[in-house]
């Protein structure tokens, strides 16, 4: 469904009135009201969201129709977003994106050219999605997807982009027939919910793909039947390192993107190394032109190399203390904010704590030997976080030094008193993790 609708909407259903005359809530209750409002957190399934979405449409008049990309993956989605929203704004074209989750606020999520939704948008969406939905109970998150299109079919935009929440063929923005798929990687987590393989959850995200449409796969280390299931698909499928590739400088830490555009090569570069990996940025690229944009190397170069993300390999100094944060929680991803540490003359304090379904014994075997104090903090604010004294025990056993403390932000505020000039804290394990951190500092400056 591509749609874009111009204000008043009309709703042909007077009884929406009714309850929109009602004394409106604030986001925040909103809020509060849909996170317990389904009995389960996480309910796989596009039966429920669909029907809704079917519903919303009836109330919408389209006017045009952006092209939309969906991002699957185990790591990279976000970083495939913020690249391709960044390139496209810079050519001019008008982008609303869909991510998550949130850090400081929940407008995060949604975003036109790069700016939050307004609070206003939000609750009006809804407000609109509560009429529509009547006795069918929607998950927290898929809420989030729904009012994303709706503020998005509010808006004149070239392209949407979607991040998906979990998985990729249940997960609720695959009620939008992706014009460009994407599969950044393939790897174990979320096992609980897509399966204990790699075959398994790749098969999963698979489900973003749509027959004659292009996909573009991200993963180098195609898991077993792979390959075969995209054929079944029948999807026109482009895979990094054959179809397109990036070619890295090590002696000058620059890049360049080699693309595909209708059989023929365009070449994006020089782009410096940035927090990003240069993998997602050409994956982004490719997305891009996949879909059907026409953009300049120079106007990329220009609008990577001063691209970055919050969360991911994000290097702040904080009171005269070099501070990485990055939302790495399973693993692979652990492993890619070890490799791109950097080298320090004194010690790396980790401030970490994970949810309850993550592979904390990865983690720490990915992350111990870049690290030399643990400092577990206690996630408070999610009843999924496991307790800190479990995860310190996991740290003991691997034979490593370690404490823990009440909250992410004790633990963060004792790295930060024992870290000298010459030392670095590195905040990793998961969004809320992060999130404490990000909060303690936009607090105390």
Known sequence: MKCVIAWPVHYPNSSIFLSLSMPNRSLEEWLAVIETRHPNEIDLGLARVGQVWSSLKTQISTLSSPAFITVAGTNGKGSCVATMQAVLSAHGYSVGAFTSPHFLHYSERITINGVPASDAQIVTAFELIEDISGDISLTYFEFNALAALVIFCQQNLDAVLLEVGLGGELDAVNIIDA????????????????????????????????????????????PHGFADRVVEIGADALFIGNDFRVLEDKNSSSFISHLVDDGLTQVIGPMNQCALLPENITLALQAVVSAGFSIDSDICCRAINSLSLIGRLQKVKYKGINVILDVAHNPAAARILRKNLPVVAGKTFAVASVLADKDWTGIVEQMAPSVDDWLIGQINDNQRALDARSLLKVVYTAQHKGRCYQSVENAFHQAIIEASSLDQVIVFGSFHTVSAVLRVMSKEG
């Not at 979320?190 to 790699?198: A, F, I, K, S, Y």
């Open 179 to 222: 014009d460009v798929a994407i599969v950044t990687s393939v790897d174990l987590d979320h096992q609980d919910w897509l399966g204990d393989t790699r075959s398994e959850i790749g098969r999963a995200k698979l489900g973003v793909a749509r027959r004659n449409k292009p996909l573009l796969v991200g993963e180098p280390d195609l």
